[in-house]
Nanobody, 123 residues
Framework: QAQLVESGGGLVQPGGSLRLSCSPSGRTFDFSSYAMGWFRQAPGEERLLIAAIGNTGKHIHYADSVKGRFTISRNNAENTVYLQMDGLKPEDTAVYYC??????????????WGQGTQVTVSS
């Protein structure tokens, strides 16, 4: 079954930056036909959508918690979606998951998930 693979997580100091990447692995799906999103889940909390981008890149959504600091982008020719994270704060510490969906809606789970990558913001 197709799945997504994230990379780029790690430990960073407050105020620092990281860039996450995500691409399909295994049996591929038509990447350019899917909206892509980044979720995150901190210990003891629910998994939340923080950024999403439409299949053409025209439509973008950010959660208020990351607006102005994170930037989502995609390269359909390379089947890759990115999350540039700047101005990182300790409260950004979480496991970050990449997901693909025809569209993102709270009542509809994404079609594909990544395995997650840990981001830790600490001095």
């Amino acid at each position: 079954q197709a799945q997504l693979v994230e990379s780029g997580g790690g430990l960073v100091q407050p105020g620092g930056s990281l860039r996450l990447s995500c691409s399909p692995s295994g049996r591929t799906f038509d990447f350019s036909s899917y909206a892509m999103g980044w979720f995150r889940q901190a210990p003891g909390e629910e998994r939340l959508l923080i950024a999403a981008i439409g299949n053409t890149g025209k439509h973008i959504h950010y959660a208020d918690s990351v607006k102005g600091r994170f930037t989502i982008s995609r390269n359909n020719a390379e089947n890759t979606v990115y999350l540039q994270m700047d101005g990182l704060k300790p409260e950004d510490t979480a496991v970050y998951y990449c997901a693909a969906a025809v569209f993102f809606a709270s009542a509809t789970p994404p079609d594909y998930w990544g395995q997650g990558t840990q981001v830790t913001v600490s001095s």
